[in-house]
């Protein structure tokens, strides 16, 4: 029987694809598991080792889940669309396992698995919004947090350099280009990112996700401006599940990693959930204190997830080194409302 080959897209892990995949690629083809072409392939037994570790942290148990569910809902591994039904996911882990049996068990967490990091971020959010701002009585893991921004690096080239910022026209007058970048400190109120007289520049992927933050009415007319970026550090917290890989760590780490996992969707939340405008004082002081400890590590901005619309927002530390183009004119001509029974 031939070999047959894997491929990095089977898997849908980063980490996996450059430091696994392409040091044992025994060449380019087509995937034997998923049908991709022209990809790195792989023998699944050389990479036996790395999952072991992954699988071995987790509990086999009567009412648990399939192997390749529980690393689907844990890691986002097997996103594939081949590699979604369960069938295949087992068939190609058999492989690399070189277990039929074991990937016909069911698993749970890790014994002793659960985390407090909810928890204590909740507690301390409550703590910088209604008790003490500046000196906390909580405290707070930095350099963990540190470690876990560096995990969420979005690679430069990916992020596109022509982003997007608007401003309601509210007597139909256009602004000027210069007019269109970051407010003076003197005139920045509080955002999401940036504490009052902190200047940072917010933009949007494209003109409709800009126009959506600035929660124009019907008819309004608005001027969005484009700008471009060079290449920058920026944390992305829109998908750490995504993002964050367990491969190549000892078992107490991968542990470790799951459980922080939640938390660091907790954070992206901070800056992607509405806010009443007229608790925004205080609702954003948690996401600004993020923000401005993201900014202290080093990197050039954050990438989060619009709470408006279904674009990505970039909110960047140092606004001079956006670069304006253009400005434009839009007419807003709907706005879409969603509402809910309270309970």
Same mark, same amino acid.
């Given at each position: 029987m031939p070999d047959r080959f894997c491929c990095a897209f089977c898997f849908g892990d980063a980490n996996l694809r450059d430091n696994f995949i392409f040091d044992r690629s025994v060449g380019t083809?087509? /995937?034997?598991? /998923?049908?991709? +072409?022209?990809?790195?392939? =792989?023998?699944?037994?050389? #990479?036996?080792? +790395?999952? %072991?570790?992954v699988v071995g942290v987790y509990e086999i148990v009567? *009412?648990?889940?399939?192997?390749?569910?529980?690393?689907?809902?844990?890691?986002?591994?097997?996103? &594939?669309?081949?590699?979604?039904?369960?069938? &295949?996911? !087992?068939?190609?882990?058999?492989?690399?396992? $070189?277990?039929?049996d074991l990937v016909r068990k069911n698993f749970g967490p890790p014994a002793g698995y659960g985390t407090q990091s909810l928890t204590k971020w909740d507690d301390l959010r409550g703590e910088m919004m209604h008790g003490n701002r500046w000196f906390l009585r909580k405290e707070i893991d930095y350099d963990r947090l540190r470690y876990l921004f560096s995990l969420l690096i979005e690679d430069p080239s990916v992020l596109s350099t022509r982003w997007h910022r608007a401003r309601i026209l509210n007597d139909g007058t256009s602004y000027a280009l210069e007019e269109m970048g970051a407010p003076p400190p003197r005139y920045a109120g509080h955002g999401r990112a940036n504490p009052a007289g902190i200047p940072y520049l917010?933009?949007?992927?494209?003109?409709k996700t800009a126009v959506s933050e600035v929660r124009p009415h019907a008819v %309004?007319?608005?001027?969005?401006? @484009?700008?471009?970026?060079?290449? #920058? !550090? +920026?944390?992305?917290?829109?998908?750490?599940?995504?993002?964050i890989s367990p491969f190549g #760590?000892? $078992? *107490?780490? =991968?542990?470790? #990693?799951? +459980? $922080?996992?939640p938390f660091l969707e907790r954070l992206g939340d901070e800056l992607t959930r509405p806010v009443v405008p007229r608790s925004a004082p205080f609702e954003?002081?948690?996401?600004?204190?993020? /923000? @401005?400890?993201?900014?202290h590590c080093g990197y050039d901005g954050v990438v989060y997830r619009s709470s408006m619309s279904n674009g990505v927002n970039l909110a960047l530390f140092h606004p001079k080194v956006a670069s304006g183009i253009v400005v434009q004119r839009y007419a807003v001509q709907q706005v879409e409302v969603h509402v809910a029974v309270l309970t």
């Open positions: 083809g087509t /995937c034997g598991y /998923c049908g991709t +072409a022209g990809v790195l392939l =792989v023998r699944p037994m050389d #990479l036996r080792e +790395a999952f %072991e570790v009567d *009412d648990g889940e399939s192997l390749p569910t529980i690393l689907r809902q844990d890691w986002a591994l097997f996103t &594939h669309p081949v590699m979604q039904d369960d069938a &295949h996911a !087992k068939e190609l882990l058999a492989d690399v396992l $070189d277990s039929g917010y933009l949007g992927s494209s003109p %309004e007319a608005v001027g969005v401006a @484009e700008f471009t970026i060079p290449e #920058l !550090k +920026a944390v992305d917290l829109r998908g750490p599940r995504e993002r #760590l000892e $078992d *107490d780490q =991968v542990v470790q #990693l799951l +459980a $922080d996992i954003y002081v948690p996401s600004q204190h993020l /923000c @401005e400890f993201i900014k």
